[in-house]
């Protein structure tokens, strides 16, 4: 589920880069040149979500966003930041300019945007802009009707006194109401729909016309994967059954790392069609490493 709203955070905000750049950079005038790549350099879990090459009034940086669903457990964010910063300054030769969007409401709290020190004539500071949705007053963002950011306004702050029911409708009336093709208009609900359940029931997003989130292509992919998920949780439980009950429990155990690691839908159906066929549990696992 992460994954999901990793993927199409990205893709939204992508698809709007140019009024996010002038949103987050708060400037008006930016231009988008080129998308850098960090997917081959940055290896492990240190690829940038969003790395682009712009040009500003005065000069060209590199605009660099984190997307953050919440706080970052496995290592604080001035670390990672760190660490993004030093290899696109040092690749680049660029200025750098970091920010990091904190989607749920209860995360960022903590996040300082700096980290210094200064000893015997070492210094180093990095300053990076957190922004938190919750701090946004969302119906600023409703009237400039800015569509890349429309499918975040409900986790932004409402206006005082108003129901979250009706906040949520308003946030859902604007983003159908916006001039944008039928697939970004699509995938502009989707997100909205997406991640307003963060912090609202889902039901509040089932007036959303299906028919119109079906026109994106971001939509019908997360479905596809969802409807594979599903398949392969599916299989993955049959093929342990099967196992159990012809096999010594903790013989199987021993294989279970393995099958769990399988990712692959038409592996598992072949391993699930094997183990009802086999006889023992060693050709089975002659079958699995082969």
Request: with cysteine; aromatic share 10%.
């Amino acid at each position: 589920m992460a994954q999901e709203y990793d993927t199409t955070g990205k893709d939204i905000l992508n698809e709007q880069i140019n009024e996010i750049a002038q949103f987050v950079l708060n400037v008006s005038e930016v231009e988008v040149l080129a998308d850098l790549d960090t997917e081959q350099q940055l290896v492990r879990a240190f690829r940038t979500d969003i790395t682009k090459h712009v040009r500003l009034d005065t000069h060209e940086a590199v605009l660099h966003i984190e997307l953050q669903l919440r706080d970052s457990t496995e290592k604080p964010m001035w670390a990672r930041n760190a660490h993004y910063h030093g290899y696109l300054v040092g690749e680049h030769r660029m200025h750098v300019y970091s920010n990091v969007i904190y989607f749920h409401p209860d995360a960022g709290k903590n996040d300082p945007g700096h980290y210094a020190y200064s000893w015997n004539g070492y210094d180093y500071r990095l300053n990076y802009k957190v922004i938190r949705l919750i701090e946004i007053e969302g119906q600023s963002i409703l009237e400039a009707q800015t569509p890349g950011l429309l499918p975040f306004t409900p986790l932004m702050k409402p206006p005082e006194e108003m129901p979250l029911d009706q906040w949520v409708q308003q946030c859902i009336d604007a983003t159908i109401a916006t001039p944008v093709d039928p697939p970004m208009k699509g995938t502009l609900l989707y997100g909205l729909s997406l991640f307003g359940s963060l912090v609202y029931d889902r039901g509040l997003f089932e007036q959303i016309p299906e028919e119109l989130m079906q026109e994106s292509a971001v939509f019908q992919h997360q479905r596809e994967k969802f409807i594979e998920q599903g398949a392969k949780e599916a299989t993955f439980k049959s093929l342990m059954a099967v196992l159990n009950a012809k096999f010594h429990v903790e013989a199987v155990r021993a294989l279970t790392p393995a099958l769990q690691n399988i990712d692959d839908l038409q592996r598992l159906e072949q391993l699930l069609l094997i183990a009802v066929n086999v006889k023992s549990l060693e050709d089975f696992t002659e079958a699995l490493f082969e």
